[in-house]
T-cell receptor, first 112, second 113 residues
Framework: DGGITQSPKYLFRKEGQNVTLSCEQN?????MYWYRQDPGQGLRLIYY???????QKGDIAEGYSVSREKKESFPLTVTSAQKNPTAFYLCASSNTHKDEQYFGPGTRLTVT | AQSVSQHNHHVILSEAASLELGCNYSYGGTVNLFWYVQYPGQHLQLLLK????DPLVKGIKGFEAEFIKSKFSFNLRKPSVQWSDTAEYFC???????????WGAGTKLIIKP
């Protein structure tokens, strides 16, 4: 089955620790995206990547970092600099910028 | 700034009622328009999309949306809702073929059986 996998589904961390969220796709899509979803705010773009070894900041990139070393993979690191990291994180991919985005199941991160 | 507005944050309807969810965007150029749905415990998935052509587009599960360029709107409709339509609905707009989608805040729809 083609799709996007995110792991883990739930993640708990102590404040001050960096944490990396996994996102893998087997759809052969060029573009990948990371969003943060908070209640009542819709989806906000953290980072996106159009091709391997290239990525751009979205609207709320501060405190986050990404890499795109392989077409299939786009991991997101939530650093200790992110002031409010507890959230639901969604990864998506699309074939081109005009096409629909396909979403993974999400990772719910709780930082205490 | 470019933005997308969904005016209803929560909607409660009875089964068989008609549904219309509003979506307006602020941009005068070329747009691609999407409605996504998030059923409880499931992935976000595409309901329907508009790129060009007939402004009335049909999607999955009996949903349709109409693009009215003069009103900068892309409202979602369904003539008769079912309990299984309970979900959160998001409007998203791609403006001038940017990679970024601009998302509305979402509308939580609850259908009473």
């Amino acid at each position: 089955d083609g799709g996007i996998t995110q792991s883990p589904k739930y993640l708990f961390r102590k404040e001050g620790q960096n944490v990396t969220l996994s996102c893998e796709q087997n759809l052969n899509h060029d573009a990948m995206y990371w969003y943060r979803q908070d209640p009542g705010q819709g989806l906000r773009l953290i980072y996106y990547s159009q091709i391997v070894n290239d990525f751009q900041k979205g609207d709320i990139a501060e405190g986050y970092s990404v890499s795109r070393e392989k077409k299939e993979s786009f991991p997101l690191t939530v650093t200790s600099a992110q002031k409010n990291p507890t959230a639901f994180y969604l990864c998506a991919s699309s074939n081109t910028h005009k096409d629909e985005q396909y979403f993974g199941p999400g990772t719910r991160l709780t930082v205490t | 700034a470019q933005s997308v507005s969904q005016h209803n944050h929560h909607v409660i309807l009875s089964e068989a009622a008609s549904l219309e969810l509003g979506c307006n965007y602020s941009y005068g150029g070329t747009v691609n328009l999407f409605w996504y749905v998030q059923y409880p415990g499931q992935h976000l998935q595409l309901l329907l999309k508009y790129f060009s052509g007939d402004p009335l587009v049909k999607g999955i599960k009996g949903f349709e949306a109409e693009f009215i360029k003069s009103k900068f709107s892309f409202n979602l409709r369904k003539p008769s809702v079912q309990w299984s339509d309970t979900a959160e609905y998001f409007c998203a707009v791609n403006m001038d073929s940017n990679y970024q989608l601009i998302w509305g805040a979402g509308t939580k729809l609850i259908i009473k059986p």
